[in-house]
């Protein structure tokens, strides 16, 4: 491969708002050589989270930061193209941590983010294999097993409900029988959860009577409140909790940038003996299979239906991570990258 050009992108400082071209240069590399143990995979599609930005902030979080001058992190999949591992070959589709480049090494020894081999045949097209049935598809699952637990005719309010986590909650709660608010910023977006993916109701959070809404929408008030954003929007949910009511801390997001903290007032959650509680997918790897397992399910039956927006071309991920947080993506947003070889 020594005539294979490597696109890569390298973090050279940390962002302070928007993400630009300084903070992150697309250079040119040569594919790295594999040794005993490696496995050499190309990147198909790159998974873009709302985390990406954090990892790029020197905050200390539940992972390390991208270090300066390091390949920036991220989740995607691809396929193995040259293996000196015995547990994957040429031709092998897999799910990792490539990071924003064309070519990464799939190391045997690598504990923490292990790329794992893709089942054959695909559950579902590559795409949702990063949403619905990847880490963000996982990680509502998880944030309502955990914490949620909504139960048959109870009312609950996912924000960013449009996006990759907020999607796969709302009709995962609908499917345990809850009443489903969404909270979107726009009226597609709104739209779309209600006449496409069967959430009972939604409210555009930039209207300006948007806390009357969310009211008229939560008549009985709200038991389960899934939280991907933070800001006024949980601080007036917060005020309509229910006895024992849960709210599921999966994100603030609105924060990610370096935003400072608004007020939270908390007492309403003291009055309703309320619990809120936060979660991080990466812990609860021992229960990835059971959660694939349930989505898959829930996809084949018809239940939960996947939303991607798909962009083109490594060389666009930066920006396409602007446009995660300006809103532009409905469901998973993923990068493709490259096809896959038949095999
Ligand atoms: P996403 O929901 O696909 O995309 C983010 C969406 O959030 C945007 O489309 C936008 O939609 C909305 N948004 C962006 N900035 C906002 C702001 N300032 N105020 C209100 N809404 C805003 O992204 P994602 O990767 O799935 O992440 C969603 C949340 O899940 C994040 O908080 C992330 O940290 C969390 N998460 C948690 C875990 C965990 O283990 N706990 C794992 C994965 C993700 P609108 O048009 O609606 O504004």
């Not at 040429?90 to 045997?108: E, I």
């Not at 579902?124 to 619905?132: C, D, R, T, V």
Request: hydrophobic share 40%.
């Amino acid at each position: 491969m020594s005539n294979v050009v490597n696109r890569v992108f390298r973090l050279r400082q940390r962002p302070t708002d928007r993400v630009t071209e300084a903070d992150l240069e697309l250079t040119e590399e040569q594919v790295p050589e594999l040794a005993d143990g490696q496995a050499l995979v190309r990147t198909l599609y790159l998974s873009l989270d709302a985390s990406s930005r954090l990892w790029m902030s020197d905050r200390k979080t539940y992972i390390e930061p991208v270090p300066i001058d390091g390949v920036m992190r991220g989740l995607g999949v691809g396929q193995v193209v040259g293996s000196r591992r015995g547990d994957m070959k040429a031709g092998d589709l897999v799910t990792g941590f490539p990071g924003w480049q064309d070519y990464s090494v799939a190391d045997d020894t690598d504990n923490e983010f292990p790329f794992t081999v893709l089942p054959d045949p695909l559950p579902a097209p590559l795409p949702s294999m990063l949403g619905a049935l990847g880490m963000t598809g996982i990680s509502a699952y998880l944030g309502l097993e955990l914490i949620g637990k909504p139960q048959d005719g109870e009312t609950m309010v996912v924000t960013a409900a449009a996006g990759a986590v907020g999607n796969v909650a709302g009709q995962v709660g609908k499917a345990r029988g809850a009443r489903v608010v969404g909270i979107a910023g726009a009226d597609d977006k709104c739209a779309m959860l209600v006449d496409e993916l069967g959430f009972d109701a939604a409210v555009n959070y930039k209207a300006d009577d948007w806390a009357r809404q969310i009211d008229e929408a939560t008549p009985d008030g709200i038991d389960v409140q899934f939280e991907n954003v933070g800001g006024p929007v949980l601080n007036h949910c917060i005020s309509r909790i229910n006895r024992d009511g849960r709210v599921v801390l999966s994100g603030i997001m609105s924060q990610y940038g370096g935003a400072g903290a608004p007020e939270l007032d908390l007492f309403p959650l003291i009055v309703a003996r309320g619990l809120m509680r936060a979660f991080i997918v990466f812990d609860h790897q021992d229960r990835y299979a059971e959660a694939v397992d349930h989505l898959g399910g829930l996809v084949s039956s018809g239940r939960l239906k996947t939303r991607e927006t798909v962009v083109e071309g490594l060389q666009n991920t930066l920006s396409a991570l602007n446009d995660l947080y300006d809103g532009r993506n409905t469901g998973k947003l993923v990068v493709h990258v490259a096809d896959p070889e038949p095999n």
